[in-house]
C-alpha cells in the first residue's frame, strides 16, 4: 500500500482494516509514532491536521 510524508513527523498510509481501506494517519515525535486517526475519504484528513499539498509520496527503489 502507499505511504505518504508529511511534515513535523506526519504519516498517511492507505491500509486495509476490517476489509476495508482506510487511511491512517500517525505523527511520529521525539522517536514514537501517536496513531491521529482513520480516514474513509482524502477529504477527511484535513480533520487530522494535514495538508495534502504539503505530502510526499514514499516509493520504494525496489523497481530497479
Excluded: F, K
Aim: hydrophobic residues 40%; glycine residues 10%.
Amino acid at each position: 500500500m502507499g505511504q505518504w510524508h508529511g511534515p513535523d513527523g506526519i504519516l498517511v498510509e492507505a491500509i486495509i482494516l476490517d476489509d476495508r481501506p482506510l487511511l491512517r494517519v500517525s505523527h511520529r515525535v521525539n522517536g514514537r509514532t501517536y496513531l491521529r486517526g482513520y480516514c474513509a475519504t482524502v477529504a477527511e484528513l484535513g480533520r487530522h491536521g494535514v495538508d495534502l499539498a504539503e505530502l510526499v509520496e514514499h516509493s520504494p527503489l525496489d523497481h530497479l
